[in-house]
C-alpha cells in the first residue's frame, strides 16, 4: 500500500459512508500520490492476473504514459452523443472527494475511452463488447509525466460498504500490481490471413470517383479489414512493447473489453486540451519511406508537391479551421504543410493551435472535428452516406476518436487508425484510403498494403 493511502484510506472511506443517503447513491474517492519510477508495461502486464479489463495509453514524443486497471465508474451512452457523456462525467466529478496535489495531467479521475465511428451504421458481432461512446474511470491508474510516476486509487463507494473490507480489498490487489513480473517474450506467428472482398472493396472505390465526378462529393474514405489467425493467444503488454519500438512519434493505445482488445499506434491526433489551450493536427497526404536517404527525401518531396495528395490535406485544413472557428480565438494554422515521418510511412502534417473560449469542452470540439475529412470525407454527410451503403466493413472504433480526459480539465484524443481488434488467437486489421476525382483502384489498395504493416509487424506478419 502506498504510505499516504495505507495511514490515511481506512479513515477516509469511513468518514464518506455516513454522507451516502441511498441504496442507489455512491461516493467516489479519488487519491493520487507521487511514487517511485514504474515501468508502465510492468505495471499493465501484471494487471493480467487481475482478471479486470486494462486500458494502456501513451504519447510517445511527450514520454507520457496512462495505464488503467479495473472499473470504478462507467460512461457509457448509445450513439454519438458527446453532450450526453460530458454530462454523466460533469456529474461523476460533482460527486467525487479527491486527494491530488500534484495537478499532473492525466493523474487523479481520468476516464479512458472512445467512441464507434458511425453509429448509424448496422453493427456486426465483431464490435459486440463496444458500446458507441463508452468511458472508463479506473480502479487502478499509473500515470508517467516526463519521467515522473504518480499512482492513483479510484475508489467508488456505496451505502452499507465496510472500510476495513474495502481497505483490504485495495491492499490485495497492490500486491499484484506492484509485483515484480517479467514482461512475457511471446512472438506469434500468422497462420492465416484472410482479405476481406478486396475486388469488391476495389469496386467500391471505383463506384466512388464516378460519384464525385459527378460532384456529390469531393473526397470519400474506404477502409478495408484483413482477418488473421495467430498460432497462439496473443500477449497485449508484448504487442504494446513492440509498438513502442518501432512506431515513434504515435499514440500507443489497447482498450480490453473482456477477451477484446483494441490495439493501435496512430500518428493522428485528433484534440489536445491543456487547460484552454487547444492543439489539433492536419494529418492527411500519404506516402512510403524510401530505402535510403536519397530515395527518401525524393518522396518526402514528390508528397510535398503531389496534387492528390495537397488536395487531400487542404481538405481536412479547411475542415478544422471552420469546425473550431466558433468555439476558439487566437486560431493559428501554418500556410504550408511539412512532412511528418514514421518508421513505414510519412505525411504532410500541419498543427493546428487556439484558445478554447468561454464554457466549451472538449467534447464540442470532438464533435465538431469528427469524423475528419481524413476518415470520413468531404462533404460529411454525403461522404458517411456514401461509406455506410457501400463499405463492407463494420468499422467499430475504428477510424473514431479515443483517448483520455482528467477532473483538471485537460486531455487528448487520437484518431484510431493503424489499428486491430484482437480476440484470443484472432485479429481483425484496418485501413483506409482517402478516394478523390483521379483515384486509382490499384493505387489505392497499395495504399492499405502500406497501412497495415505497423500491425503486420508486430503480430508476426
Known amino acids: 500500500m502506498i504510505e499516504i493511502m495505507e495511514e490515511q484510506l481506512e479513515k477516509i472511506i469511513d468518514e464518506a459512508i455516513p454522507n451516502i443517503n441511498t441504496a442507489d447513491d455512491y461516493q467516489l474517492i479519488s487519491i493520487t500520490k507521487q511514487v517511485n519510477k514504474i ?246 497526404g500519404t506516402a512510403p519511406r524510401g530505402k535510403n536517404k536519397k530515395e527518401d527525401k525524393e518522396i518526402s518531396e514528390n508528397l510535398l508537391h503531389d496534387e492528390k495528395n495537397r488536395q487531400e490535406h487542404e481538405f481536412v485544413v479547411q475542415m478544422i479551421k471552420q469546425a473550431i472557428s466558433h468555439y476558439c480565438k487566437d486560431i493559428n494554422i501554418p500556410e504550408k504543410p511539412v512532412i511528418y515521418p514514421l518508421k513505414n510511412l510519412q505525411h504532410l502534417y500541419t498543427p493546428v493551435t487556439a484558445t478554447l473560449m468561454g464554457h466549451h469542452s472538449i467534447f464540442d470540439i470532438i464533435e465538431q472535428l469528427h469524423p475528419t475529412p481524413a476518415l470520413g470525407g468531404t462533404p460529411r454527410e454525403e461522404s458517411l452516406a456514401f461509406i455506410r451503403e457501400n463499405e463492407l466493413l463494420d468499422r467499430g472504433w475504428y477510424g473514431a476518436p479515443v483517448g483520455w480526459l482528467d477532473s483538471n480539465g485537460s486531455g487528448e484524443f487520437a484518431v484510431a487508425i493503424r489499428s486491430g481488434l484482437i480476440q484470443d488467437d484472432e485479429a481483425s486489421l484496418f485501413a483506409g484510403c482517402g478516394v478523390v476525382k483521379n483515384s486509382d483502384p490499384e493505387k489505392e489498395y497499395e495504399e492499405t498494403n502500406i497501412k497495415f504493416l505497423p500491425m503486420l509487424s508486430v503480430l508476426g506478419g
Open 39 to 284: 515501468n508502465p508495461l510492468h505495471f499493465f502486464h501484471a494487471a493480467s492476473y487481475t482478471k479486470r479489463d486494462r486500458v494502456f495509453w501513451s504519447s510517445t514524443q511527450d514520454n507520457f504514459f496512462i495505464v488503467g486497471v479495473g472499473n470504478a465508474a462507467q460512461l457509457r451512452v448509445e450513439g454519438l452523443s458527446s453532450r450526453n457523456v460530458e454530462k454523466k462525467w460533469r456529474e461523476l466529478l460533482n460527486k467525487a472527494i479527491i486527494y491530488n496535489d500534484s495537478k499532473v495531467d492525466g493523474a487523479g479521475i481520468v476516464a479512458l475511452g472512445g467512441m464507434s465511428f458511425d453509429p448509424k451504421k448496422e453493427r456486426t458481432p465483431l464490435w459486440k463488447n463496444f458500446s458507441d461512446s463508452q468511458f472508463t474511470v479506473p480502479e487502478f491508474l499509473l500515470t508517467q509525466n516526463n519521467g515522473a510516476s504518480y499512482y492513483t486509487i479510484n475508489i467508488l463507494v456505496r451505502k452499507g460498504d465496510h472500510a476495513e473490507e474495502v481497505a483490504n480489498e485495495i491492499r490485495s490487489m497492490e500486491e499484484i500490481l506492484f509485483s515484480k513480473t517479467a514482461l512475457p517474450v511471446t512472438d506469434v506467428t500468422i497462420m492465416n490471413r484472410y482479405e476481406v472482398a478486396p475486388e469488391k472493396w476495389k469496386e467500391a472505390v471505383e463506384l466512388a470517383t464516378r460519384e464525385i465526378g459527378k460532384g456529390s462529393a469531393s473526397k470519400i474514405v474506404l477502409a478495408r479489414e484483413i482477418r488473421l489467425k495467430l498460432n497462439k493467444s496473443v500477449n497485449i503488454a508484448s504487442v504494446l512493447e513492440k509498438l513502442l519500438h518501432t512506431q515513434p512519434n504515435s499514440y500507443i493505445f489497447a482498450f480490453e473489453k473482456g477477451e477484446d482488445c483494441f490495439v493501435g499506434a496512430t500518428p493522428e491526433r485528433l484534440v489536445k486540451l491543456n487547460k484552454r489551450e487547444l492543439l489539433s493536427t492536419c494529418l492527411a
